[in-house]
């Protein structure tokens, strides 16, 4: 049996108050990057992480820089970053004219805290005034990127004590990790992004929440994220005399795209239950399958199971990545391959790279299954049959 549509990989869901509130801002003239959704929404996922300040800002993207900027990044510092990620988590460090160093993941696909302190502890050393420095160039090591992948939380409790260790902030990419918490050890109860010193949301297309391009950012000094909402209009001290004391950016999030951002946020509760659902359904019907497995999410957590990986047993299914794909895509079913990893892509070449041996790994191995908030229990049926078939 083949469907008779593509299941798509992730698309978003509408089914709330998207068009009432959208439409009320375009009424309401108030289309730009002032208007009082965008304040809703800031209000919204302070009570939502249970933090008292989050600035709404252009992407994702743009909330990392503006963290990485409030850090004190500098021309010739170093970042600590993944290299098994989508690469918007590390360009930031570029746009600061910063190096990365790439960090290899664990088993989470996040990454790895045993190889990250290791690496400070024998490839780095304290500088005169007690900054980390990279012994080979003699560069600052500032920041950790750490990204929570597909809503995987990282080992926080162990990155943030060495961080702390280290001198290190730490800023967290919860790009994609929106709504999952810790329910056990130190950070119980606590959101994706409200743990290191700075979190970064995003609000693409196919992430748990959609306002078209959109993001937010936190952090643990509020003032921080009131100087970020400054510095992402333009650092206006005086907006009617047009008078700026810092260089600042567009990066504001407009008034449309939070009255979208509103209705998601309504939604937000039951899209996260409807995605481990679907996980769990998925679990379930590939049990016991000895070619490909769902890779679990962290223990003592409550992931929002953003995306769903399954991770192919190479010496069982011998063809290549895109042929899986492509031989799925016939059969009306649309997934992806994990990322390239970022240490090889071009720009990146000639950078530092620490011992990687499970990011190549995983990158050779994983592809993710539908995983939209509205796939039925029929569809799921039907890729975890066809997944069978296909890698049988
Ligand atoms: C989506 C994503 C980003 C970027 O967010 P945008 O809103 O698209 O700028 C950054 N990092 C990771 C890991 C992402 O998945």
């Not at 490909?292 to 011998?318: C, H, M, Q």
Request: hydrophobic residues 40%; charged residues 25%; proline residues 4%.
């Amino acid at each position: 049996m083949i469907m008779d549509h593509m299941i798509p990989l992730a698309i978003p869901n509408f089914e709330g108050n998207e068009r009432k509130y959208v439409d009320d801002a375009v009424d309401q003239g108030w289309v730009s990057t002032g208007g009082a959704y965008i304040t809703r929404l800031e209000k919204q996922m302070e009570e939502f992480l249970g933090v008292p300040e989050v600035a709404a800002c252009q992407s994702g993207t743009s909330a990392l820089h503006l963290s990485l900027i409030d850090i004190g990044v500098v021309p010739g510092d170093m970042v600590i970053v993944p290299t098994l990620t989508f690469i918007a988590a590390v360009n930031p460090v570029r746009y600061c004219y910063a190096d990365p160093i790439f960090m290899d993941c664990d088993d989470s696909l996040c990454m790895d805290p045993v190889k990250l302190r290791r690496f400070l502890e024998t490839e780095c050393e304290k500088g005169e005034s007690g900054q980390t420095i990279y012994r080979k160039t003699g560069q600052v090591v500032k920041a950790i990127v750490v990204v929570h992948v597909f809503g995987n939380l990282a080992d926080m409790e162990q990155i943030c004590d060495i961080a702390v260790a280290y001198g290190l902030k730490v800023v967290e990419d919860a790009t994609e990790a929106l709504g999952s918490r810790f329910i056990s050890g130190r950070y119980a109860g606590r959101y994706a992004g409200t743990l290191g010193d700075y979190g970064a949301y995003s609000f693409n297309g196919n992430k748990i929440i959609t306002t078209g391009g959109g993001g937010a950012v936190t952090a643990k000094d509020p003032e921080a994220v009131r100087h970020l909402r400054y510095l992402s209009t333009q650092a206006k001290d005086d907006p009617h005399y047009y008078i700026h004391h810092e260089i600042g950016y567009n990066y504001r999030m407009t008034n449309v795209q939070a009255a979208l951002g509103v209705a998601q946020m309504e939604e937000l509760p039951s899209f996260i239950e409807r995605k481990q659902k679907g996980y769990a359904l998925y679990e379930q019907l590939l049990a016991g399958f000895p070619n490909a497995r769902l890779i679990p999410f962290r223990e003592g957590t409550e992931s929002n199971k953003w995306f769903y990986s399954l991770l192919i047993d190479r010496d069982k299914v011998k063809a290549p990545i895109r042929e899986i794909i492509s031989e799925l895509e016939t059969r009306k079913i649309q997934t992806r391959a994990i990322w390239g990893l970022i240490h090889e892509q071009r720009p990146y070449a000639g950078s530092t790279v620490y011992e990687m041996e499970k990011a190549p790994y995983y990158s050779e191995r994983v592809i993710n299954l539908p995983c939209s908030t509205q796939i039925t229990e029929e569809e799921i049926r039907y890729v975890a049959e066809t997944v069978k078939a296909v890698l049988g």
